[in-house]
């Protein structure tokens, strides 16, 4: 069975500066998906990256970057030139190709500061 | 395009009851699947609905169930419930393929008395 850890439950950042999230998976599979899904107070998750383990280049989205190392099973979320509206849940997701089941982590709170 | 939109988005039960849970998914998404989310737990996958088949289930007791209609609705249903299935349940529709995005609703909270 696939497992995805977060090792951060909470992170803060000052507005405006760079945070990085980290994720850990274990697999045994090599055609997968990672995702990182925001969660604000809302409760409704919302997408922020996505990338495909069989390319190597890093998936970016406008302020949000991953480094995603296949061999160390790292799927870290980067995001820059941080916004009070980033505060909320991240949570990273692993998903195969036998169906839509997402493997969540637990999760870490970001805050961010004014 | 309408979002994936869950019914109720609230409901209090009391232990032993039934409930039944909703999931409208976005116009052409024949996927569905459930999670619920609890402090304790995190987000857990229930289960999988695509072509009004369950595709994928996740490691709950038989209590939990669910089916899928032929216009891609879904209903989860909890029979005899328990303090501990008190949570935040959420449903996500997705298109079928490879890398497809989950797409989810607000969720339906649920507390058991």
């Known amino acids: 069975a696939q497992t995805v850890t977060q090792s951060q439950p909470e992170m803060s950042v000052q507005e405006a500066e760079t945070v990085t999230l980290s994720c850990t998976y274990d697999t045994s599979e090599s055609d997968y998906y990672l995702f990182w899904y925001k969660q604000p107070p809302s409760r409704q998750m919302i997408l922020v990256i996505r990338q495909e383990a069989y390319k190597q280049q890093n998936a970016t989205e406008n302020r949000f970057s991953v480094n995603f190392q296949k061999a160390a099973k790292s799927f870290s979320l980067k995001i820059s030139d941080s916004q009070l509206g980033d505060a909320a849940m991240y949570f990273c997701a692993y998903r195969n190709n036998a169906g839509n089941m997402l493997t969540f982590g637990g999760g870490t709170r970001l805050m961010v500061k004014p | ?113």
Not at chain 2, 35 to 55: A, K
Not at chain 2, 77 to 84: A, D, P, R
């Open chain 2, 1 to 113: 395009k309408a979002g994936v939109t869950q019914t109720p988005r609230y409901l209090i039960k009391t232990r032993g009851q039934q409930v039944t849970l909703s999931c409208s998914p976005i116009s052409g998404h024949r996927s569905v699947s459930w999670y619920q989310q609890t402090p304790g737990q995190g987000l857990q996958f229930l289960f999988e609905y695509f072509s009004e088949t369950q595709r994928n289930k996740g490691n709950f007791p038989g209590r939990f169930s669910g089916r899928q209609f032929s216009n891609s609705r879904s209903e989860m249903n909890v029979s005899t419930l328990e303090l501990g299935d008190s949570a935040l349940y959420l449903c996500a529709s997705s298109l079928v393929g490879r890398g497809t995005e989950a797409f989810f609703g607000q969720g339906t909270r649920l507390t058991v008395v």
